[in-house]
């Protein structure tokens, strides 16, 4: 089964610093643009960052210079360092990849969403 699975998440106090990872499993051929979203209680998922297969970065105008998107291919992972946070950056992070996979009969672009990892920025 190709799947995402995040981990990293947990409680930190305003200004503190997170670092998520996102790792991809199963027959996986080629992943292209990988990211991060997050979606707080009551609000829309939002994009807050990407990065392509070759390493170029996008960062949503409210975590830039705070947050830190890259990749490690060879072991189909994505991190998100996240420093400075603030309160308003509490929201559950999710990772999502586009990828060139075989999952049982199906072989193709298979895009794939992780099931979430909370972030709480808190005092």
């Known amino acids: 089964q190709v799947q995402l699975v995040e981990s990293g998440g947990g409680l930190v106090q305003p200004g503190g610093s997170l670092r998520l990872s996102c790792a991809a499993s199963?027959?996986?051929?080629?992943?292209?643009?990988m990211g991060w979203y997050r979606q707080a209680p009551g609000k829309q998922r939002e994009l807050v960052a990407t990065?392509?297969?070759?390493?170029?970065?996008t960062y949503v105008d409210s975590v830039k210079g705070r947050f830190t998107i890259s990749r490690y291919n060879a072991k189909n992972t994505v991190y998100l360092q996240m420093n400075s946070l603030k309160p308003e950056d509490t929201a559950v992070y999710l990772c999502?990849?586009?990828?060139?996979?075989?999952?049982?009969?199906?072989?193709?672009?298979?895009?794939?969403w992780g099931r979430g990892t909370q972030v709480t920025v808190s005092s």
């Open positions: 199963g027959i996986i051929l080629r992943i292209d643009d």
């Open positions: 990065i392509s297969g070759g390493g170029g970065a």
């Open positions: 999502n990849a586009d990828t060139l996979a075989r999952d049982g009969c199906y072989f193709g672009r298979k895009p794939l």
